[in-house]
T-cell receptor, first 112, second 118 residues
Framework: DAEITQSPRHKITETGRQVTLACHQTWNHNNMFWYRQDLGHGLRLIHYSYGVHDTNKGEVSDGYSVSRSNTEDLPLTLESAASSQTSVYFC???????????FGQGTRLTVV | AQTVTQSQPEMSVQEAETVTLSCTYDTSESDYYLFWYKQPPSRQMILVIRQEAYKQQNATENRFSVNFQKAAKSFSLKISDSQLGDAAMYFCAYRRGYSGGGADGLTFGKGTHLIIQP
């Protein structure tokens, strides 16, 4: 069965370190997304991609970057982790505008 | 920019009863899609129901139905015959229609925590 997986599920890192969260989907979807979930804020869009070599900034993109070198993967990089980036991160993918987005299981990141 | 508002941080309902979760949104677009997602304690985001703005008929999926009022920009979720497994966070989400690139990201409300009383 097609799926979308995130790794790691949990990570603790130190302030100032570079961190990369992986997202891999086997749906062959063109559209991929990264969100963060914080108490009191719901899910907010960080970056998204419409296809290979395409990336776009979302609502809360400062301090994050993504790259899309193939259809299956959209890694999220925190260039210099900050305590404000402690959150649960979700990756998602979708086929087209009128279809649902499928979500990964989330990565809980703690920056100490 | 579009916004999604869920005014009920928490709702409680007796098992087997009916509950309605509220959602309002603000957009200047005429073509868009609305979704309800469920997030149980496992953290997995699960699609409950989807509504296309161009459709007048309200979407229904088994015990889940929506009341879509386009003019009022309201999109409420009704859960009938509530079950213990319905306990979760529920998020209302918006996506605008085709913009020439691809599928935009979703704009989410802050969520409603649904408690089912046995």
């Amino acid at each position: 069965d097609a799926e979308i997986t995130q790794s790691p599920r949990h990570k603790i890192t130190e302030t100032g370190r570079q961190v990369t969260l992986a997202c891999h989907q086997t749906w062959n979807h063109n559209n991929m997304f990264w969100y963060r979930q914080d108490l009191g804020h719901g899910l907010r869009l960080i970056h998204y991609s419409y296809g290979v070599h395409d990336t776009n900034k979302g609502e809360v993109s400062d301090g994050y970057s993504v790259s899309r070198s193939n259809t299956e993967d959209l890694p999220l990089t925190l260039e210099s982790a900050a305590s404000s980036q402690t959150s649960v991160y979700f990756c998602a993918s979708s086929d087209s505008v009128n279809t649902e987005a499928f979500f990964g299981q989330g990565t809980r990141l703690t920056v100490v | 920019a579009q916004t999604v508002t869920q005014s009920q941080p928490e709702m409680s309902v007796q098992e087997a009863e009916t509950v309605t979760l509220s959602c309002t949104y603000d957009t200047s677009e005429s073509d868009y899609y609305l979704f309800w997602y469920k997030q149980p304690p496992s953290r997995q985001m699960i699609l409950v129901i989807r509504q296309e703005a161009y459709k007048q008929q309200n979407a229904t999926e088994n015990r889940f139905s929506v009341n879509f009022q386009k003019a009022a920009k309201s999109f409420s979720l009704k859960i009938s015959d509530s079950q213990l497994g319905d306990a979760a966070m529920y998020f209302c989400a918006y996506r605008r229609g085709y913009s020439g690139g691809g599928a935009d990201g979703l704009t989410f409300g802050k969520g409603t925590h649904l408690i089912i009383q046995p």
